[in-house]
Nanobody, 122 residues
Framework: QLQLVESGGGLVQPGGSLRLSCAAS????????IGWFRQAPGKEREGVSC????????DYDDSEKGRFTISRDNAKNTVYLQMNNLKPEDTAVYYC???????????????WGQGTQVTVSS
């Protein structure tokens, strides 16, 4: 079965950190660009960051720059999103996607994960 599985979400206090993982099952993740999206309650889904198969990174939103870092470990078939100095407005379901290139469109991808909840609250 071809799928992406996110993990690492949870409840964290403001200023805390989480590292999300995106693991591929049934296909070779290093071939793909991997993006992270998020959707907060009552808001539209938005792109967070993306890394190409060659390691080039695109950050889609200025609010995450300097706080979120995307990386990939091809040997483990996994992509990570390190999130530091988390804020309540970062609360959302975080999704990873796999596509042929980094694009900000959710639908221009080939695989989608089910999401992992991140809640930032004191």
């Amino acid at each position: 079965q071809l799928q992406l599985v996110e993990s690492g979400g949870g409840l964290v206090q403001p200023g805390g950190s989480l590292r999300l993982s995106c693991a591929a099952s049934g296909f070779y993740l290093p071939y793909y660009a991997i993006g992270w999206f998020r959707q907060a309650p009552g808001k539209e889904r938005e792109g967070v960051s993306c890394i190409t198969n060659s390691g080039d990174i695109t950050d889609y939103d200025d609010s995450e720059k300097g706080r979120f870092t995307i990386s990939r470990d091809n040997a483990k078939n996994t992509v990570y999103l390190q999130m530091n100095n988390l804020k309540p407005e970062d609360t959302a379901v975080y999704y990873c996607v796999a596509g042929l290139q980094c694009v900000k469109s959710w639908y221009a991808n080939e695989y989608w994960g089910q999401g992992t909840q991140v809640t930032v609250s004191s």
